[in-house]
């Protein structure tokens, strides 16, 4: 028997979770750990390093230790987010081949995917040890706002992971799932995902359990990790002062001094005063003596102030799509590891009006979410609503040190009750089996008595469902989750066609009719972009699509209708079809970023294949 | 068995009135979604489930369309000249035009180029179509489009093997 899991691939860290006996559980590796930091390293020979192993590599081997790729993931090498941030990274960041980014290990060049395909190695690692089979499949979480670029890199990761995605999950559809129904009638939530790299916000209405996003907003630029860069400016800014060292020119002691400010701000989530200190530390240009370094929380709250307020902006832009206030939100879910700042939570509370509730633990929210999605999916598990583990329920945000936390008991023997009666949140009630086909039937697009076009997509008259045999025991809950970016298409002048508007429901799509502009013009291309703006190079252009061999034809007469595809993963799919001939044409989408070709894919197989991974078991203990 | 999408109007997709108050409208899109998402057909076979997708992209659009005030007006004159679709995000009727070579090429000698490549790219001579190219290139020296296509056009050469 083979598992299928729910992966939130974090900037990070990361946390693999399983639902086993209907219950939605994280999963720890052999030491007790859940929290697997997203950090690969590269040792000179023998098997590569991952998450714990790996972190404290980022200290001694800064050069072939990468981490953060998710900041980078997908995105192509020319743009300003990446050259903004090159050379802030101790490793090589350099272009690979097909334009993405790519990191030079001893001499190899891996693109970011192939990085991330190794943190998911061994959170397939962790779980096949945990559930005691192999881990095949897969629900992947991306944030929100991830286009549809770094949707497909976060994809190809995975496969060449050797695991198959289920589905690509938004970060806070998936907080929201973990959740689950209210048994309130309408309620309106926000998952306010406040990460190590990335800020989402997210407004979702569950009504009669179904789920629907209203509006989603984010910055994949702001994170708990401009927190510590903060912190380590005022480290560096001490350091100046006691030892006429400017840290910050260089990178080698400002990591460090990063790694510190990290640790730092964890501690001050829990207490007043903090001191660190540092002995000794070399760098580049030479060593440093020890030296300690004291803040308060207060400090703390005052460096980061502006950080945090920054993702009320966000809120805002959220709020207004979803044509609401911020007070008029129901509730308010409070999902990664920077919430776990008390400042975060008093800020929030200010501007929502609101006590945000963190009853769910914020750092395994949403691998559960994606590990009940993954159940739901999945055609090996038996249909049946998933519950949230208990030792990740009720916690107070600044409770909880994951990387502290013991290793985990013997299971305990589950208790043969139905999942409804351990479940923190019933589903509500659901129709009997014996109640679903007038259900399914009334549920039927109304028939109509015409029959048929040859040409025109058909439907089934009844919801396909009712037309399956055995009906399935039950339905579970539908998750209808939103495309997070406008998708456009250029037009003369360098302005945007807007082809689908964010915040769409998906799977959808859009078909356009494209003409020529010249006679006899028998090759068309159209770029396609991802992004908010009505100018087509502010957005992210994903490609462009080649239409060829259109029958030669004064111009404007041809007739090519596009159809915009963007699928339930948010990943869009292209077809074109001449109209006049009704011939379906190959339309050719060349993807910036992405290495098209099926070697460039055998080539970053077949580096997979040559590095293990170091054994869970060689793990240090903390 | 098949009933085509192509014959029923917004209201009659979503079962409801043409006078339909809004909340009854998504009342209806609600129930109708959750139950054609494909999702909930993930066990079927990929026939139903590409049919509940159609159903459901068409769902969503006639919700789109209806739960706008503006929108449900335009498509009520449309509905009227027997028009069952609208295309909320269409402003103008005339549809766009595609970049070819010669749009991006500046001068009157690179458009000549440039028309006979596109040509010969429809043509499948890509290797005549990168000769006129670059012959544009020369005529337009530093296009950057241009060059970024003829870029394009040698990666599909050697995609292609040629």
Same mark, same amino acid.
Not at chain 1, 397 to 407: F, G, M, R, S
Not at chain 1, 504 to 510: D, S
Not at chain 1, 555 to 565: D, K, L, P, Y
Not at chain 2, 150 to 160: F, G, P, Q, R
């Given at each position: 028997?083979?598992?299928?899991?729910?992966?939130?691939?974090?900037?990070?860290?990361?946390?693999?979770?399983?639902?086993?006996?209907?219950?939605?559980?994280?999963?720890?590796?052999?030491?007790?750990?859940?929290?697997?930091?997203?950090?690969?390293?590269?040792?000179?020979?023998?098997?590569? &390093?991952?998450?714990?192993?790996?972190?404290?590599?980022?200290?001694?081997?800064?050069?072939?230790?990468?981490?953060?790729?998710?900041?980078?993931?997908?995105?192509?090498?020319?743009?300003?987010?990446?050259?903004?941030?090159?050379?802030?990274?101790?490793?090589?960041?350099?272009?690979?081949?097909?334009?993405?980014?790519?990191?030079?290990?001893?001499?190899?060049?891996?693109?970011?995917?192939?990085?991330?395909?190794?943190?998911?190695?061994?959170?397939?690692?962790?779980? $096949?040890?945990?559930?005691?089979? %192999?881990?095949?499949?897969?629900?992947?979480?991306?944030?929100? +706002?991830?286009?549809?670029?770094?949707?497909?890199?976060?994809?190809?990761?995975?496969?060449?992971?050797?695991?198959?995605?289920?589905?690509?999950?938004?970060?806070?559809?998936?907080?929201?799932?973990?959740?689950?129904?209210?048994?309130?009638?309408?309620?309106?939530?926000?998952?306010?995902?406040?990460?190590?790299?990335?800020?989402?916000?997210?407004?979702?209405?569950?009504?009669?359990?179904?789920? $629907?996003?209203?509006?989603?907003?984010?910055?994949?630029?702001?994170?708990?990790?401009?927190?510590?860069?903060?912190?380590?400016?005022?480290?560096?800014?001490?350091?100046?002062?006691?030892?006429?060292?400017?840290?910050?020119?260089?990178?080698?002691?400002?990591?460090?001094?990063?790694?510190?400010?990290?640790?730092?701000?964890?501690?001050?989530?829990?207490?007043?005063?903090?001191?660190?200190?540092?002995?000794?530390?070399?760098?580049?240009?030479?060593?440093?003596?020890?030296?300690?370094?004291?803040?308060?929380?207060?400090?703390?709250?005052?460096?980061?102030?502006?950080?945090?307020?920054?993702?009320?902006?966000?809120?805002?832009?959220?709020?207004?799509?979803?044509?609401?206030?911020?007070?008029?939100?129901?509730?308010?879910?409070?999902?990664?590891?920077?919430?776990?700042?008390?400042?975060?939570?008093?800020?929030? $509370?200010?501007?929502?009006?609101?006590?945000?509730?963190?009853?769910?633990?914020?750092?395994?929210?949403?691998? &559960?979410?994606?590990?009940?999605?993954?159940?739901?999916?999945?055609?090996?598990?038996?249909?049946?609503?998933?519950?949230?583990?208990?030792?990740?329920?009720?916690?107070?945000?600044?409770?909880?040190?994951?990387?502290?936390?013991?290793?985990?008991?013997?299971?305990?023997?589950?208790?043969?009750?139905?999942?409804?009666?351990?479940?923190?949140?019933?589903?509500?009630?659901?129709?009997?089996?014996?109640?679903?086909?007038?259900?399914?039937?009334?549920?039927?697009?109304?028939?109509?008595?015409?029959?048929?076009?040859?040409?025109?997509?058909?439907? %089934?008259?009844?919801?396909?469902?009712?037309?399956?045999?055995?009906?399935?025991?039950?339905?579970?809950?539908?998750?209808?989750?939103?495309?997070?970016?406008?998708?456009?298409?250029?037009?003369?002048?360098?302005?945007?066609?807007?082809?689908?508007?964010?915040?769409?429901?998906?799977?959808? $799509?859009?078909?356009?009719?494209?003409?020529?502009? +010249?006679?006899?013009?028998?090759?068309?291309?159209?770029?396609?972009?991802?992004?908010?703006?009505?100018?087509?190079?502010? +957005?992210?252009?994903?490609?462009?699509?080649?239409?060829?061999?259109?029958?030669?034809?004064? !111009?404007?007469?041809?007739?090519?209708?596009?159809?915009?595809?963007?699928?339930?993963?948010?990943?869009? +799919?292209?077809?074109?079809?001449?109209?006049?001939?009704? !011939?379906?044409?190959?339309? !050719?989408?060349?993807?910036?970023?992405?290495?098209?070709?099926?070697?460039?894919?055998?080539?970053?197989?077949?580096?997979?294949?040559?590095?293990?991974?170091?054994?869970?078991?060689?793990?240090?203990?903390? | 068995?098949?009933?085509?999408?192509?014959?029923?109007?917004?209201?009659?997709?979503?079962?409801?009135?043409?006078?339909?108050?809004?909340?009854?409208?998504?009342?209806?899109?609600?129930?109708?979604?959750?139950?054609?998402?494909?999702?909930?057909?993930?066990?079927?076979?990929?026939?139903?489930?590409?049919?509940?997708?159609?159903?459901?992209?068409?769902?969503?659009?006639?919700?789109?369309?209806?739960?706008?005030?503006?929108?449900?007006?335009?498509?009520?004159?449309?509905?009227?000249?027997?028009?069952?679709?609208?295309?909320?995000? /269409?402003?103008?009727?005339?549809?766009?035009?595609?970049?070819?070579?010669?749009?991006?090429?500046?001068?009157?000698?690179?458009?000549?180029?440039?028309? /006979?490549?596109?040509?010969?790219?429809?043509?499948?001579?890509?290797?005549?179509?990168?000769?006129?190219?670059?012959?544009?290139?020369?005529?337009?020296?530093?296009?950057?489009?241009?060059?970024?296509?003829?870029?394009?056009?040698?990666?599909?050469?050697?995609?292609?093997?040629?």
């Amino acid at each position: 028997m083979s598992f299928a899991v729910g992966i939130d691939l974090g900037t990070t860290n990361s946390v693999v979770a399983a639902v086993r006996d209907g219950i939605a559980t994280p999963l720890a590796d052999p030491q007790g750990f859940r929290l697997i930091p997203s950090v690969v390293s590269f040792p000179r020979s023998g098997a590569v &390093l991952v998450g714990r192993a790996a972190i404290e590599r980022r200290v001694d081997d800064p050069g072939q230790t990468v981490y953060s790729v998710k900041r980078l993931i997908g995105r192509p090498w020319g743009t300003p987010e990446v050259q903004r941030v090159r050379g802030t990274f101790p490793f090589d960041l350099r272009e690979a081949p097909g334009g993405g980014v790519g990191v030079s290990v001893h001499g190899n060049t891996y693109t970011l995917p192939e990085i991330s395909a190794f943190v998911l190695r061994q959170c397939k690692a962790v779980a $096949e040890a945990a559930l005691g089979g %192999p881990v095949l499949r897969a629900v992947v979480t991306v944030p929100a +706002n991830f286009n549809d670029l770094q949707r497909s890199a976060t994809k190809t990761a995975a496969s060449l992971a050797g695991l198959e995605v289920l589905r690509i999950l938004n970060e806070p559809t998936a907080a929201a799932l973990a959740h689950g129904p209210s048994g309130k009638a309408r309620e309106r939530i926000a998952i306010y995902d406040f990460g190590g790299g990335t800020f989402d916000i997210t407004i979702l209405e569950i009504a009669d359990g179904v789920l $629907e996003v209203l509006a989603t907003a984010g910055d994949t630029q702001l994170g708990g990790d401009d927190i510590d860069a903060a912190v380590a400016e005022r480290m560096a800014e001490d350091i100046f002062r006691k030892h006429k060292v400017d840290a910050r020119a260089d990178t080698r002691i400002f990591d460090r001094l990063r790694v510190m400010a990290e640790k730092l701000k964890r501690e001050l989530s829990t207490r007043s005063e903090v001191e660190v200190t540092g002995d000794g530390f070399s760098g580049d240009r030479g060593a440093l003596a020890r030296w300690a370094f004291r803040m308060t929380r207060q400090e703390l709250e005052q460096t980061s102030l502006a950080i945090v307020d920054r993702t009320f902006s966000v809120c805002r832009q959220a709020v207004d799509a979803a044509k609401l206030q911020l007070t008029g939100v129901d509730r308010i879910v409070l999902v990664g590891g920077s919430t776990r700042m008390p400042l975060v939570a008093r800020r929030v $509370e200010q501007s929502f009006g609101r006590r945000p509730v963190a009853r769910i633990h914020p750092e395994l929210i949403v691998a &559960l979410g994606a590990s009940i999605q993954a159940s739901l999916l999945d055609d090996e598990q038996p249909l049946a609503i998933p519950t949230i583990d208990a030792d990740c329920l009720d916690v107070e945000p600044q409770d909880i040190e994951v990387l502290a936390a013991p290793p985990p008991p013997p299971p305990r023997p589950k208790p043969p009750l139905p999942p409804t009666s351990r479940a923190p949140h019933a589903e509500p009630a659901r129709p009997d089996p014996g109640s679903r086909a007038p259900r399914a039937e009334q549920a039927l697009p109304p028939a109509s008595s015409r029959a048929p076009g040859a040409q025109e997509p058909s439907v %089934p008259r009844r919801p396909p469902a009712a037309a399956v045999a055995p009906p399935p025991p039950e339905v579970a809950p539908v998750l209808i989750d939103v495309t997070p970016l406008s998708l456009n298409v250029e037009t003369a002048g360098g302005f945007c066609s807007l082809l689908i508007e964010a915040n769409t429901p998906i799977p959808c $799509e859009c078909t356009r009719t494209f003409t020529t502009g +010249n006679d006899g013009q028998s090759t068309v291309c159209v770029r396609v972009a991802q992004g908010p703006s009505s100018r087509f190079a502010d +957005n992210t252009c994903l490609g462009e699509l080649e239409l060829s061999g259109i029958e030669p034809a004064p !111009r404007g007469t041809a007739q090519i209708a596009v159809t915009f595809e963007i699928d339930a993963d948010g990943i869009m +799919n292209v077809c074109a079809k001449d109209i006049k001939s009704g !011939r379906q044409k190959a339309a !050719r989408v060349q993807i910036v970023g992405t290495p098209a070709d099926a070697k460039a894919i055998e080539a970053m197989h077949a580096r997979q294949h040559a590095h293990p991974i170091a054994d869970l078991s060689v793990q240090p203990p903390r | 068995m098949f009933e085509s999408l192509e014959t029923q109007s917004y209201y009659e997709l979503l079962g409801v009135a043409t006078d339909a108050q809004a909340d009854r409208i998504k009342a209806s899109y609600v129930k109708l979604a959750a139950a054609c998402h494909p999702d909930a057909y993930r066990r079927s076979s990929p026939e139903h489930r590409a049919a509940a997708a159609a159903v459901f992209k068409r769902i969503v659009e006639a919700y789109r369309v209806l739960s706008s005030a503006d929108l449900r007006t335009r498509y009520g004159r449309a509905l009227s000249r027997g028009k069952l679709r609208i295309d909320p995000l /269409a402003r103008d009727s005339a549809p766009p035009t595609l970049r070819t070579l010669e749009t991006l090429a500046v001068t009157p000698s690179a458009k000549q180029f440039a028309r /006979a490549a596109d040509r010969l790219i429809g043509e499948g001579k890509l290797k005549e179509a990168k000769m006129q190219v670059m012959l544009a290139l020369n005529c337009d020296r530093d296009n950057a489009q241009l060059e970024e296509r003829l870029t394009m056009l040698k990666e599909t050469m050697s995609l292609m093997g040629q």
